[in-house]
């Protein structure tokens, strides 16, 4: 499942992911990506990956790097700052060997330090 957080600072993004995410998941959010990058020039998100995040069902990798690659080719130059929030270690360990593909600045956070994920962002 994929959520947009409410609480975000302005200018910055917030998604939350749990459970495991489906490509007709991503394909239904689309849209609601699709709103929340329009505004302003610069791109900053904040991704929390929940707990409960079990990776991807049918479908998901492909909708998954469709949606990204999508946005990373028409606005690669907005890419700001990406914070990546998660206590699975793997994502972790994920984020830190593929980290340099992200444009702009990316860091990943505890589950503990949302606010402080959500004011680097904003940074």
């Known amino acids: 499942m ?3 957080l409410a609480d975000m600072p302005e200018g910055v993004a917030g998604l939350s992911v749990s459970g495991r995410v489906s ?3 991503l394909k239904a ?3 609601t990506m699709d709103e929340l990058l329009k ?3 610069d791109i900053r998100i904040v ?8 990776g991807f069902g049918p479908g998901g990798l492909v909708e998954d790097l469709k949606l990204g690659l999508g946005t990373l080719f028409t606005r690669h130059a907005a890419f700001k700052r990406v914070a990546v929030v ?3 270690e793997w994502v972790v360990h994920t984020m830190h060997l593929v980290g340099w ?3 702009g600045e990316l860091a990943v956070f505890g589950l503990d330090e949302l606010e402080q994920a959500k004011q ?3 940074g």
């Open 47 to 54: 991704e929390v990956i929940n707990s409960d995040y079990e």
């Open 101 to 103: 593909l992200v444009p």
């Open 29 to 31: 959010f689309k849209p």
């Open 120 to 122: 680097w962002a904003a």
């Open 39 to 41: 505004s302003g020039e």
């Open 2 to 4: 994929i959520e947009v």
């Open 23 to 25: 490509g007709d998941d």
């Open 86 to 88: 998660s206590d699975k």
